[in-house]
């Protein structure tokens, strides 16, 4: 079992997202959470996973306090479409028009998993093609306003109201479309 491989290590994942630590408890690995405050700006000549493992390596560094049994997991996930990377909305009006630009459209949701020792790392990405029927007006204000999508890429969550009822088609992992493809992290982690 995996857990038993890492019985002698602290697995610390430096996230966030809700949905980034209950993925990973449901891979029953111990671990703790912690938060690392980095400057998620990149270069804009980077493109689709590019852009995800550069940020999944800028917040590796800005963890100082390693020590030898420690594995830290960082992730980092964009929506991409149209040659274009679709982050967290920093407006109401904002994630409005991302829903709006996703109507009807295919996009793809990209994840970016860092695993990280004092001897070893790894970055892994994942791809997940996603679809959307045609969202009214209506629809997308009535998601924006109750669900709040201010920490997800692409102003929506799969698991929430706008799935269930927006989303047509996925080509991939369902949990890489909320934040963590779990399926390739446990492999990674296995061979880690």
Known sequence: MIKDKFQNNQIILASKSPRRKELLE???????????ETDESYSEELKKHEITEFLCHKK?????????????????TIVWYKN??????????????MLQTL????HEVITSVGIFSTQKE??????????FGELDQQEIEY??????PYDKAG????QEWIGY??????????FNVMGLPVQKLYQALKDF
């Open 26 to 36: 449901r891979l029953d690995l111990d671990f703790i959470t912690i938060s690392l």
């Open 60 to 76: 590796k560094q800005a963890y100082h306090n390693w020590q030898e049994n420690q594995i830290l997991i960082t992730s980092d």
């Open 84 to 97: 274009k990377a679709f982050e967290k909305p920093k407006s109401r009006e904002e994630a409005i028009e």
């Open 103 to 106: 109507s009807g459209q295919t």
């Open 122 to 131: 790894l970055v892994l990405s994942d791809i997940t093609q996603v679809t």
């Open 143 to 148: 998601y924006v306003d109750t669900y709040q």
């Open 155 to 158: 102003s929506y969550g799969i």
């Open 165 to 174: 009822i927006g989303i047509t088609k996925i080509e991939g992992s369902y």
